[in-house]
């Protein structure tokens, strides 16, 4: 916790590499045995979930891009797979994982070269988790994202009817100006 507390205030001042070091640290403190971190059993806690997080968005900011963007989808896939597998997961717990998968897939559009089908696919594929489950986290940022993915592969009728319905919702969750900042960083 202490290492993943470090990691972020490190960020915050913009020194990735002591971010990214205080994250893989913390990995190691708890899972000594997986000198490959990424390799961990999936009973990671939620401060573990944010560790890797953390790392991999470190390393795209580090300018270790496609490391970081390899380990972002690494992480996605086993959360997917964790939620649509693990019927035992408590509720928090579930909140908790959701809010990391989501996380991940923001990640990968935030640090993407190509805005493309794969990541429009993976959006999908979480508000479709979403719609089953009866949760719902990062609505507003995916549906933007979603918009201008769309926007990107030429769909502007479909894109601005995305953003049609983020801007109503951000109209529900967030005052004018935190959704208008959302939308200008997404």
């Not at 290492?3 to 205030?9: G, I, T």
Request: charged share 25%; glycine share 6%; net charge neutral.
């Amino acid at each position: 916790m202490i290492c993943y507390v470090k990691a972020v205030l490190a960020g915050t001042r913009g020194d990735y590499k002591t971010a990214n070091d205080e994250a893989v640290e913390g990995m190691r403190i708890g899972y000594p045995e997986y000198p490959d971190w990424t390799n961990i059993p999936d009973v990671l806690s939620n401060v573990e979930f944010a560790a890797v997080l953390s790392n991999a968005v470190n390393l795209c900011r580090m300018g270790k891009k496609k490391e970081g963007l390899e380990e972002l989808a690494q992480m996605e896939k086993r959360l997917s797979k964790l939620l649509s597998e693990s019927v035992y997961i408590g509720g928090d717990r579930k909140s908790a994982i959701l809010n990391f998968w989501c996380s991940c897939v923001y990640n990968q559009y935030s640090f993407a070269d190509d805005l493309d089908k794969g990541l429009l696919k993976k959006i999908d594929n979480i508000f479709e988790y979403q719609k089953r489950s009866g949760r719902s986290h990062m609505l507003v940022e995916l549906l933007l994202c979603k918009a201008t993915i769309l926007m990107n592969m030429g769909k502007e009728e479909e894109a601005k009817e995305v953003y049609e319905t983020a801007r109503a919702l951000g109209q529900v969750f967030f005052t004018s100006s935190v959704f208008n900042q959302k939308a200008k960083r997404t």
